[in-house]
């Protein structure tokens, strides 16, 4: 004979299963946790790079690294690396180039950070910003000269500033389908034809436009105080993101995993699921709200933290699942 007190209800055993995912510290991935991981240690991680099972991180101070089990381990990357303050990473195939400061130039490592070299065969490449990669073309965003473009790995450049005003700081430069759109400190442009011109896209936005980010049709901006704002038509026209009471101060960085959208800011880091007309923040769990580097890897969102302890800053790395 059957007997009922074996049965159990769908609902008891979803009870169940919940019960002893909590006893077992598993939450489900919409109230996911942070956790730290080993930081690279030396200096302030500035920004992140994804090259197939690889993730690269570039710091102030203290050169490159790279940890290929989801940041449990770091190693130094810095053979050939003659300037350590890497402020932009760019990833195209096996290649992966190192913007630096401080008159350091470009670098290029085509084995995984194991050796690099010096590319520009002069010195007029000097602090670059910002990078962006579009088939065999290489753009480089530097400090107060403009925009750059290589197709040989960096072996040579071009100066590419028709219709930038002299001494354009270019602290971001994205590709989107046909055309390049950099952020600077006159606002932002764009180039429909690879660099060779470029137009005036600022509509009601102007001076320095810090933060720039597509998520392949969109385009996100945000300067100094100014707020989140998206462009749906190539920049033409710019839209407030900022949700009612959330004004955003200065965005840090920018990450997007489908159709999520998460921003780093010096107040928290934000989550929006529809294209910036509301966000959530998902700081909860982790030991500052001043995020400075964000990355996608592995089914994991990465964050770079700032802590403030006893005026002196400490860094940390953390993830959690998407």
């Known amino acids: 004979m059957y007997n009922t007190s074996f049965h159990f209800s769908l609902k008891n055993i979803i009870l169940f299963l919940l019960l002893i995912s909590l006893l077992l510290g598993v939450t489900p991935n919409?109230?996911?946790?942070?956790?730290?991981?080993?930081?690279?240690?030396?200096?302030?991680?500035?920004?992140?790079?994804?090259?197939?099972?690889?993730?690269?991180?570039?710091?102030?101070?203290?050169?490159?690294?790279?940890?290929?089990?989801?940041?449990?381990?770091w190693t130094q990357v810095n053979s050939g690396l003659t300037n350590t303050d890497i402020v932009s990473l760019a990833v195209r195939g096996t290649n992966l180039f190192a913007g630096t400061e401080s008159g350091g130039g470009v670098?290029?490592?085509?084995?995984?950070?194991?050796?690099?070299?010096?590319?520009?065969?002069?010195?007029s490449i000097i602090d670059v910003y910002s990078f962006a990669v579009d088939g065999t073309n290489l753009f480089a965003g530097t400090v107060g000269t403009g925009v750059a473009l290589s197709s040989n790995n960096g072996t040579s450049w071009t100066w590419i500033n028709t219709g930038l005003y002299p001494g354009t700081i270019v602290y971001a430069i994205i590709s989107q389908a046909a055309d390049l759109f950099i952020s600077t400190n006159f606002g932002i442009y764009r180039s429909p034809d690879d660099g060779t011109t470029w137009t005036s896209v600022n509509a009601t936005l102007h001076g320095d436009i810090f933060s720039l980010y597509s998520d392949g049709t969109n385009l996100f901006a945000?300067?100094?105080?100014?707020?989140?704002?998206?462009?749906?038509?190539?920049?033409?026209?710019?839209?407030?993101?900022?949700?009612?009471?959330?004004?955003?101060?200065?965005?840090?960085?920018?990450?997007?995993?489908?159709?999520?959208?998460?921003v780093g800011t010096d107040a928290g880091l934000f989550l929006s699921t529809?294209?910036?007309?509301?966000?959530?923040?998902?700081?909860?769990?982790?030991?500052?709200?001043?995020?400075?580097?964000?990355?996608?890897?592995?089914?994991?969102?990465?964050?770079?933290?700032?802590r403030n302890i006893g005026g002196t800053f400490s860094e940390s790395v953390w993830r959690r699942p998407l």
């Open 30 to 73: 919409s109230q996911a946790q942070w956790v730290q991981t080993n930081a690279p240690y030396g200096g302030v991680v500035s920004l992140f790079a994804v090259s197939e099972t690889n993730l690269f991180a570039g710091t102030n101070n203290s050169g490159a690294f790279l940890s290929t089990d989801n940041g449990t381990s």
């Open 274 to 306: 529809n294209t910036g007309a509301s966000w959530t923040d998902i700081s909860k769990g982790l030991q500052s709200n001043i995020i400075n580097s964000l990355v996608v890897y592995d089914k994991y969102l990465y964050a770079e933290i700032s």
């Open 107 to 123: 670098f290029l490592s085509t084995n995984d950070g194991a050796s690099w070299t010096q590319t520009q065969a002069d010195s």
């Open 222 to 262: 945000s300067g100094q105080q100014t707020g989140l704002y998206i462009s749906t038509d190539k920049g033409t026209s710019w839209i407030p993101r900022n949700d009612g009471s959330t004004i955003f101060p200065q965005i840090n960085t920018f990450a997007t995993s489908d159709s999520n959208i998460f």
